[in-house]
């Protein structure tokens, strides 16, 4: 089925550890986003790219590295996991800046 | 700097009656405005837009939305409610000439629906 796939969709790890959370989309869109959600406080960016080869910083970037490799697949990375970044990760995608977006399912992520 | 509000929490509605979840914005132009839903531990789906044209738009579910300019409202309704429209429910804006596409969201409205 076409949409955008997140992998994994739970994980735990320690404090320090490093980790890649993968996006991938099969409907051609441009536009690639990483979200966190976390209670009470609704669904904040992180980074997102316009296109293949791009990434910009979105509204909570720090902590965080993206990479645009490919068109359909976009990479969140975790360099040095911490506590505050225990959350639900969705990506999305669209195919342009004024169309709804299409989401993954979300990973879990946990930090102790 | 663009906002949204998402004024209630928690909306209770007993199944068969309309629903109405509020969101207002603050942009400096004009705005295009979503609806999604979100079902327990899954992610967001796309319920409606506001891009140009007729104030009313409908969208999925049977789910409609009312643009109103004056007062930057964009509140979501449905003329019988669903037990099944239980959710979280969400609605974000973007300022039309933002070069960074970036929608900003509210913190989501929980929607029960009582039998």
């Known amino acids: 089925n076409a949409g955008v796939t997140q992998t994994p969709k739970f994980r735990v790890l320690k404090t320090g550890q490093s980790m890649t959370l993968l996006c991938a989309q099969d409907?051609?869109?441009?536009?690639m986003y990483w979200y966190r959600q976390d209670p009470g406080m609704g669904l904040r960016l992180i980074h997102y790219?316009?296109?293949?080869?791009?990434?910009a910083k979105g509204e909570v970037p720090d902590g965080y590295n993206v990479s645009r490799l490919k068109k359909q697949n976009f990479l969140l990375g975790l360099e040095s996991a911490a506590p505050s970044q225990t959350s639900v990760y969705f990506c999305?995608?669209?195919?342009?800046?004024?169309?709804?977006?299409?989401f993954g399912s979300g990973t879990r992520l946990t930090v102790v | 700097a663009q906002s949204v509000a998402q004024p209630e929490d928690q909306v209770n509605v007993a199944e068969g009656n309309p629903l109405t979840v509020k969101c207002t914005y603050s942009?400096?132009?004009?705005?295009?405005l979503f609806w999604y839903v979100q079902y327990p531990n899954r992610g967001l789906q796309f319920l409606l837009k506001?891009?140009?044209?007729d104030n009313l738009v409908k969208g999925s579910y049977g789910f409609e939305a009312e643009f109103n300019k004056s007062q930057t409202s964009f509140h979501l309704k449905k003329p019988s409610a669903l037990v099944s429209d239980s959710a979280l429910y969400f609605c974000?804006?973007?300022?039309?000439?933002?070069?960074?596409?970036?929608?900003?969201w509210g913190a989501g409205t929980k929607l029960i629906i009582k039998p």
């Open positions: 999305a995608s669209s195919y342009s800046g004024y169309q709804g977006y299409t």
């Open positions: 409907m051609n869109h441009e536009y």
């Open positions: 790219s316009v296109g293949e080869g791009t990434t």
């Open positions: 942009v400096s132009g004009n705005p295009y």
């Open positions: 506001y891009i140009t044209g």
């Open positions: 974000a804006v973007r300022e039309t000439m933002d070069s960074n596409y970036q929608l900003i």
